[in-house]
């Protein structure tokens, strides 16, 4: 793909940076400070487009050749939204409260440059098998899933033994939506 852009993605997750180099572009990272709160009243499945939007105002002095790419996900089970879990016993109740439930994860991309933004919203519904104590202990010792949404990581141990199917884009649940973001990318060629 030869974009027209110089293309940053703001975004220090190593994940999404082999996801977008999986696309056989080149990029640059660079991260801005974000203050990643949100109204109280706004709806779980905008969280995500809502944070990405927020981490791309962030870049507010873009050069006229840049593209920047940012992205947020949530998983949402039973209207609850699923950040980041903090600690131990936090990441148990999350995968505690997905075992054997379908839930959805949503990722809000962004992209931005000087004269457009256009973000949009990618939702994966995944389908846990029930988990066992010993297999939530186990995932958390082996692979501390503390900086994923919802506490696991779908490429990892855990999506192996524990999910049983998934609706939708695979890679949205690893953080990307790589289809949807091509086609994004290919807008900003014409």
């Known amino acids: 793909m030869n974009l027209p852009y110089r ?3 703001g975004s220090k997750s190593p994940r999404r940076q082999e996801l977008l180099k999986s696309l056989d572009v080149d990029f ?3 991260v801005r400070p974000v203050d990643e709160s949100f109204p109280d009243d706004l ?5 995500a487009e809502f944070i990405a939007q927020k981490k791309a105002e962030a ?3 873009l050069d ?3 593209l920047v790419i ?3 996900t949530v998983v949402v089970c039973e209207g609850k939204a699923l950040a980041k879990a903090s600690d131990y016993s936090e990441a148990v109740e999350m995968l505690q409260l997905l075992s054997g439930k379908t839930h959805q994860v949503i990722t809000g991309v962004c ?3 000087q004269e457009q933004t256009i973000s949009f919203s990618e939702v994966t519904l995944v389908h846990f098998d029930d988990l066992s104590r010993e297999e939530i202990d186990y995932y958390i010792n082996q692979y501390s899933p503390f900086d994923k949404a919802g506490a696991y990581g779908i490429q990892e141990w855990i999506g192996m033994i524990g999910i049983k199917g998934i609706e939708g884009d695979y890679y949205n649940v690893m953080g990307l939506p790589l289809h949807r973001l091509y086609k994004a990318l290919k807008s900003f060629m014409t």
């Open 43 to 47: 709806p779980v499945e905008e969280l």
């Open 64 to 66: 006229k050749n840049e």
């Open 59 to 61: 870049f507010d002095t």
């Open 7 to 9: 293309l940053i993605l």
């Open 111 to 113: 992209l931005k440059t």
């Open 28 to 30: 640059e990272v660079q």
């Open 70 to 72: 940012t992205s947020d």
